[in-house]
RNA sequence: GCCCCUGUGGCGGAACUGGUAGACGCGCCAGACUCAAAAUCUGGUUCUCGCAAGGGAGUGUCGGUUCGAGUCCGACCGGGGGCACCA
């Protein structure tokens, strides 16, 4: 018998699909849509197993919902800007675009191999003049919208290297470069409104219902909407008062001091008069800008000797801080400190010696007995030292303070979001430069849209640090579209996150010469299914929905949730390798000697192992996806990233895993070849009456269908993989002459079938050798027979005391006293209950019994 | 620091809405085939006491709810993801 080579098989069946267009996504009004999408790869350079996984996945998806009778879009593109290609520009002199061109052309052949079902005539890179100027075009019409603005905001400035760095790029508070401590600069930045979009983003996702939930939760806290209360205290001797906003305005009277944020206007005019106020805010912007970097931070603080008035306790002045853990994005930038119930808070009275004061107290303490120690109390309870308060609820304190406020003229009750306006400047060369032109005379003025797509300039030099088109030589000098006198353009680029925000819709249309075909959209939108890693579970998504709504709003769209169906898949892991030298070492270089140990195959060194972790080019902890397909082929690599581990699971990528799929691959092929000579004629109709093991296989065979068919549905991958092993191991196990023919044929056909979503190759290569003439590929899934699915009897434990002692066998849906008779009458049972009385019976149909003593 | 997730044999995991914990795969052990090896096939494999029959323990830790908890509730510990300029 040969053995299955998948190496001719894969390269025949690719062409052969390539051939008839079997995955060219069409537009007919007759049968249902299904929009299949996975997050389109960064081209890095080459592909690691995340995409293959990712891939895929998505790819088991598309086979099987084409071979249900949906018309299936099934895209791959490129998320082809961003700051890698410039780094390369900077370490190795290539121009980013060739590149990301290279990187694109090699990944592209990488991805062919995997046999993915996807319309390649669809392919896009969010780099090509052909994408990014619809983009230009969009950011034009969310401009006439109202969408965009202008403001100042800060930015990690690298005083050494002169340029802007991202978040990623402060390491330890400073610049990966240089090393120099970085600083917070204010720069004139874009920015969209998404804030206007908070209460529709946030009140949409409960009708979410295929996206995870944790994803859900996590975008409800980032939207952060809360009531609370914005009032103002009066400034002892200032004619000026401080805003601030509360959450918690049932805790007033346990207030004891209020903070401004470093760059708050206040901090900053006493700053002006006060070298020592002037060098504390200096200290606290030697830091990134991530919130991270801020929140993690040391809190310290600077009093100002300015005193707040407390607005109901005279008695009680609130010396006001300028403090670094106070945010000037949220709320008014100021706040008033009850330490008693807020952590930050409290630890920050503990470091400056201000009074805790606890003012709620939990419902089963009593007031005067009740203190916080190292922990703020932030549960519920009922108001005590707070005056007319005493005695409420929170809710009723929290509204009746509002209530006051509102009364007084002195604040009000205010909704506030943690969500921020997106920025979407970059410093950058190598994104979407931002269609505007700054006139003198004219202000701000629009790229006229016969000028799109503005092209980037492509002599440009990363010699300089800073902004490459800053730099360039004439790109910034044009003259004013309206005064036409000269002026300069924009420089800045758009955040790679615009390019990623609508992709999915130009893929349902690439080739328009708009931005959106009004058509295509409505017909493949919304996605039906999309899969990706769970990073991008806040920013990629939620700025594609707001996207989508803003589209919405200016016409290209009737749609609100660009994505009905979320599936958030996880890493892959590999152990990782070192060396007695300490290096790292790829796991292809690790062999084992005779005496068991690890060592290097290069240099003989021994090797231990670590830890497992995510695949990491710097932990050396990588296995080439390549490199897997030329030894096992693509279906035995598919098959093992989707056994084992549920998809949103990490998986553990491990050389004898991978092994065991090729041998799985290998004993497919062998059984259906060992019957092809006793095999009766494809279609040959199996015989209603089937009985022993005939019948038995032919139930295996359709609860099989009906499992997998139901896993895929779930996209519980593992468990459909798993079900396909039980299948094989039933089918290998029949006794072959015992069996009706035609049920055999059946068995076979149907593992086969089932099968083929996840290795489609060498499914199509064993349908053929089955006799059949036509392509598996997007042939009728197949359906199980209800009949055959259901049981007669059940076996059910038998627990006395909680405990099981024996198993019974009943017929299904047997009556309580019949299951209840069976159980007594088993030897064990009576031995487990012994001279103890029988307290209860418990009987659950066809699951358990349970003898209470 | 804040938000979210996760924790089951030697390993990856299975267990529908609370009802026989460990499906399936890997590894390991024994056997068959072979001059031998590889490949393949058959059987076994949670731990523990026991020759066996049989008993006991067991889903990160501690506690709770329940006739019954891997599953629900509370606290704690370990691992991971995100935190707005990585993509």
Request: hydrophobic share 40%; glycine share 8%.
């Amino acid at each position: 018998m040969s053995r299955y080579n998948p190496k001719v098989t894969e390269a025949k069946w690719q062409r052969q699909w390539d051939e008839a267009a079997l995955f060219r996504a069409e537009q007919t009004p007759d049968k249902p849509k299904y929009y299949v999408l996975e997050m389109f790869p960064y081209p890095s350079g080459r592909i690691h197993m995340g995409h293959v996984r990712n891939y895929t996945i998505g790819d088991v998806l598309s086979r099987f919902y084409m071979s249900r009778g949906y018309n299936v879009l099934h895209p791959m593109g490129w998320d082809a800007f961003g700051m890698p290609a410039e780094n390369a520009a900077m370490e190795k002199g290539t121009h980013p675009a060739d590149w990301t061109y290279d990187n694109i052309a090699a990944m592209r052949t990488q991805l062919k191999q995997v046999g993915l079902a996807i319309d390649w005539s669809r392919e896009i890179a969010t780099c090509d003049p052909s994408y990014y100027g619809h983009e230009q075009a969009l950011f034009l019409d969310f401009m006439e919208a109202g969408l965009v603005y202008r403001r100042e905001s800060w930015v990690n400035w690298d005083p050494v290297d002169q340029t802007v760095l991202a978040n990623e790029q402060v390491i330890d508070g400073c610049g990966w470069r240089s090393g120099a401590p970085v600083e917070r600069r204010k720069l004139s930045q874009w920015f969209l409104k998404i804030t206007e979009f908070a209460d529709e983003l946030l009140d949409d996702l409960k009708a979410l219902e295929r996206w995870p939930e944790k994803v859900r939760t996590m975008q409800e806290n980032w939207i952060g909407r809360s009531e609370g209360l914005q009032f103002s205290f009066e400034i002892e001797g200032l004619e000026d008062r401080l805003e601030v906003y509360t959450t918690r305005p049932d805790t007033i009277f346990g207030a004891s001091f209020c903070a401004v944020a470093v760059d708050h206007p206040l901090a900053l005019k006493l700053a002006e008069t006060n070298a020592d106020l002037m060098a504390f805010i200096k200290e606290c912007q030697r830091s990134g800008t991530s919130q991270e970097a801020l929140e993690a931070a040391e809190k310290k603080g600077f009093n100002t000797g300015l005193v707040a008035r407390h607005p109901f306790d005279e008695g009680s002045d609130l010396p006001i801080y300028v403090a670094n853990f106070v945010l000037m994005d949220y709320g008014t930038g100021a706040i008033f400190g009850c330490p008693a119930h807020d952590q930050r808070d409290l630890d920050f009275a503990r470091k400056y010696g201000l009074a805790v004061r606890p003012v709620v107290v939990p419902h089963d303490q009593s007031p005067d007995a009740f203190s916080v120690g190292a922990e703020a109390y932030t549960g519920p309870g009922r108001l005590a030292h707070s005056h007319f308060l005493d005695g409420m609820s929170i809710e009723d304190a929290q509204a009746h303070v509002i209530g006051l406020a509102e009364k007084g003229g002195w604040g009000r009750g205010q909704v506030t979001f943690r969500l921020r306006d997106w920025g979407i400047s970059r410093q950058r060369y190598w994104g979407t430069p931002i269609p505007i032109i700054h006139c003198e005379h004219c202000g701000i003025v629009p790229v006229p849209r016969d000028q799109l797509p503005l092209v980037l300039p492509e002599d440009i030099s990363f010699d300089k640090p800073g902004n490459p088109i800053a730099h360039h030589p004439d790109w910034k000098h044009t003259t004013c579209p309206r005064c036409q006198k000269p002026a300069l353009r924009e420089t800045d680029t758009l955040d790679t996150f615009v390019d990623s925000s609508w992709y999915f819709i130009r893929f349902t249309a690439p080739q328009s010469d708009r931005p959106i075909d009004r058509a295509a959209a409505d017909y493949w939108l919304p996605v039906d299914q999309y899969t990706g890693g769970v990073e991008h579970a806040i920013l990629h998504l939620l700025y594609a929905r707001f996207f989508t709504r803003a589209l919405k709003r200016c016409g290209h769209l009737d749609l609100d949730e660009p994505f009905a169906g979320l599936f958030t898949q996880g890493m892959v892991n590999h152990m990782t390798y070192r060396d007695e030298a300490g290096q790292w070492v790829f796991p292809s270089l690790v062999r084992e000697n005779d005496a068991g140990a690890l060592i290097r195959s290069d240099s003989g060194l021994k090797i231990t192992a670590g830890r497992v972790e995510k695949m990491s080019k710097s932990k050396r902890n990588v296995v080439d996806p390549d490199d897997i397909i030329d030894q096992y082929g693509a279906d035995t690599a598919r098959w093992f990233v989707l056994s084992d581990s549920p998809p949103e699971r990490d998986l553990i990528w491990t050389e004898t895993g991978i092994e065991g799929a090729w041998r799985f691959t290998q004993r497919l092929w062998r059984l259906v070849s060992a019957a092809q000579g006793a095999l009766v004629a494809p279609g040959t109709p199996v015989r209603a009456d089937l009985s022993g093991d005939s019948l038995d296989l032919r139930r295996s065979v359709h609860k099989a269908i009906e499992g997998v068919t139901g896993d895929i549905t779930g996209l519980h991958l593992n468990r459909a993989v798993a079900r396909l092993y039980q299948l094989a191991n039933a089918i290998a196990a029949a006794d072959v002459p015992n069996i009706d023919p035609a049920c055999y044929r059946e068995a076979l056909e149907m593992l086969v079938r089932l099968v083929s979503p996840m290795m489609p190759h060498l499914a199509e290569e064993l349908w053929q050798s089955l006799g059949h003439k036509t392509m598996l590929t997007g042939a009728p899934w197949p359906e199980a027979d209800p009949a055959l699915l259901v049981e007669d009897s059940v076996t059910i434990g038998v627990q006395v005391g909680g405990k099981l002692r024996d198993t019974i066998d009943c017929a299904k849906d047997a009556s309580g006293p019949d299951v209840e008779a069976l159980a007594l009458a088993s030897d064990k049972v009576r031995r487990a209950i012994g001279d103890q009385t029988i307290r209860k019976i418990v009987v659950v149909p066809n699951r358990i019994v349970n003898i209470v003593i």
